[in-house]
């Protein structure tokens, strides 16, 4: 139980285009859920979280023009990177929590989406 | 600033060696998760503590929670190679309604055959 899926798993676009990544709940509903950017070697960093119904709520320094993030139902949350630059390059991880589960604080990882700017 | 300080960063090993991981903040936390992660994946949860003092085991990984709920260990006993991976610890603040995860830095441990 708790599977988390993403799609894709990898994507290469071109400098200047729009990705969307989707995040999915496969088991469970989740009315929220939380977007995570991860460089080579290095931690998770908390880009977002993402709120079934209403606006996502941004970390500092994230630009919240450039990371769209929309959560339109309680399985489904989508990450659109704009106008991609190469910068924009790196592991892009969504999480959630499965509410009905114990213990609730557990969050509940996808498999990742490699993006590659070039 | 909420930290959790994890370490080591990075560990070499010999396959049967045992080595312990630590995390340790100045905050008290309400839940602590670890998880491992390997390259090109996302982080798989190992076990999730959350009363002080509290001790979980996992197969040969030992996970503890310290008693104050400001600092986590997992131990390894008799490490394979299969163990090779990024572990990650992970917190929650119980006065923080939003769920949000306080990441250690990640340690990057490598089981020599």
């Known amino acids: 139980g708790a599977v988390v899926s993403q799609h894709p798993s990898w994507v290469i676009c071109k400098s200047g285009t729009s990705v969307k990544i989707e995040c999915r709940s496969l088991?469970?509903?989740?009315?929220?859920m939380f977007w995570y950017r991860q460089f080579p070697k290095q931690s998770l960093m908390l880009m977002a979280t993402s709120n079934e119904g209403s606006k996502a709520t941004y970390e500092q320094g994230v630009e919240k023009d450039k990371f769209l993030i929309n959560h339109a139902s309680l399985t489904l949350s989508t990450l659109t990177v704009t106008s991609a630059h190469p910068e924009d390059s790196s592991f892009y991880i969504c999480?959630?929590?499965?509410?009905?589960?114990?213990?609730?604080?557990?969050?509940?990882f996808g498999p990742g989406t490699r993006l590659l700017v070039l | 600033t909420q930290l959790l300080e994890q370490s080591p960063q990075f560990l070499s090993i010999q396959e049967g060696e045992n080595l312990t991981v630590y995390c340790n903040s100045s905050?008290?936390?309400?839940?602590l998760q670890w998880y491992r992660q390997e390259p090109g994946e996302g982080p798989v949860l190992l076990v999730t503590?959350?009363?002080?003092?509290e001790v979980k085991k996992l197969k040969r990984l030992t996970f503890q929670f310290g008693d104050a709920r400001k600092d986590s260990s997992l131990h390894i006993t008799a490490a394979q190679p299969g163990d090779t991976g990024l572990y990650l610890c992970a917190g929650t603040h119980g006065s923080s309604n939003t769920g949000k995860l306080i990441f250690g830095q990640g340690t990057t441990l490598q089981v020599k055959p």
């Open positions: 503590v959350v009363t002080g003092g």
């Open positions: 905050s008290v936390f309400s839940s």
């Open positions: 088991d469970f509903q989740a009315t929220t």
């Open positions: 999480s959630a929590r499965d509410l009905s589960r114990a213990p609730r604080e557990t969050q509940y």
